[in-house]
């Protein structure tokens, strides 16, 4: 069994900023590629920011600059800090992690439950 657990959500001014955090626990031998998502009502997920186990990252390209994904190989964490927040980064934000466990005996995908994150003066 595999958890990821979101934490850092809330409700911020526009212009302010918010850090997440995904931690992934449970059976895990190994970690590749971690990432943040987001989600409007009605409108499909979409990806938000992507880094891998050696430290690279992507980006969308609405949040390229404001925010920046990092992660703790060690603690099994990744990060997502979000700088000049607008109106529309208002989502519902998932984190997502590439697991092997001995169990499965290769990657699966997994996600977290989602934090909601509300930019709105």
């Known amino acids: 069994q595999v958890q990821l657990v979101e934490s850092g959500g809330g409700l911020v001014q526009p212009g302010g900023s918010l850090r997440l955090s995904c931690a992934a626990s449970?059976?895990?031998?190994?970690?590749?590629?971690m990432g943040w998502y987001r989600q409007v009502p009605g409108k499909q997920r979409e990806l938000v920011a992507h880094?891998?186990?050696?430290?690279?990252?992507n980006y969308a390209h609405s949040v390229k600059g404001r925010f920046t994904i990092s992660r703790d190989n060690a603690k099994n964490t990744v990060y997502l800090q979000m700088n000049s927040l607008k109106p529309e980064d208002t989502a519902v934000y998932y984190c997502?992690?590439?697991?092997?466990?001995?169990?499965?005996?290769?990657?699966?995908?997994?996600w977290g439950q989602g934090t909601l994150v509300t930019v709105s003066s």
């Open positions: 997502n992690a590439d697991v092997f466990t001995l169990v499965t005996g290769g990657y699966l995908e997994h």
């Open positions: 449970g059976s895990i031998f190994s970690i590749t590629a």
């Open positions: 880094i891998t186990s050696g430290g690279s990252a």
